[in-house]
């Protein structure tokens, strides 16, 4: 399935989304294909993904996104099938639970977070099975439970030194003597941070 960069002027609209929050509610064009559609290439001028989007699309196992996207939203990919992952680096914000797949197990297993990140909203990649992530240099923020639940997660690198907030068990019961490399400029304020996230995590400065 293809979506021009001309719909909606780039901005996909916020999808049937129960009760997740009390924006207004749209049936997209392509809802009727939920259960059917398996890739997804959304063209050059789509800014943003709406909440929900392509929830519940359970076929769904590879998106082919534009440089110009900037926002996802809200489980905008929840319950996907979804193996793989590269996001443009113009993406600035993940919303909560967008990648969370509620219903089928995580099938993640390689990401590269966008250069241009801040925002990580809480649950993006809860329940996911890659081994190792980097966080990029302009996170502010990464949201409670983000990456709870990843076991298969072994190595974190935090290269960003704008860090604000790192949400109430944020890496929750990761990968067993995992390590986690932050920065020595912010290495006491993260420690505290990080503490507070995970349990176990081993914290390495760099």
């Known amino acids: 399935m293809t979506i021009s960069g001309k719909y909606l002027k780039g901005k996909l609209p916020e999808g049937i989304a129960g009760g997740y929050d009390k924006a207004t ?48 939203d809200a489980y905008a990919f929840s319950d996907t099938q979804i193996s793989s992952l590269q996001l443009p680096d113009n993406v600035t914000v993940i919303g909560e639970g967008a990648f969370y797949p509620s219903i089928i197990s995580g099938k993640i297993k390689t990401i590269k977070l966008p250069a241009k990140l801040k925002t990580i909203g809480k649950w993006a ?19 409670a439970q983000a990456f ?37 400029e912010r290495a006491e304020d993260y420690r505290k941070m990080i503490e507070d996230s995970t349990a176990h995590a081993q914290i390495v400065i760099q």
Not at 130 to 140: K, Q, R, S, Y
């Open 148 to 184: 709870s639940g990843c076991q298969s997660l072994k190595k974190i690198v935090i290269k960003s030194k704008k860090l604000k907030k790192i949400g109430s068990r944020a890496f929750a019961t990761i990968g067993q003597n995992a390590v986690i490399f932050v920065p020595k």
């Open 125 to 143: 990649f809860e329940e996911q099975k890659f081994t190792e992530l980097t966080i990029p240099a302009n996170v502010e923020k990464i949201g």
């Open 25 to 72: 509610r749209y049936e997209y064009k392509w809802s009727s294909l939920r259960g059917k559609v398996k890739k997804v290439v959304l063209k050059k001028g789509v800014e943003r993904i709406g909440h929900n989007a392509f929830g519940n699309f359970t076929k769904l196992k590879s998106v082919k996104f534009p440089k110009t996207l900037k926002r996802i």
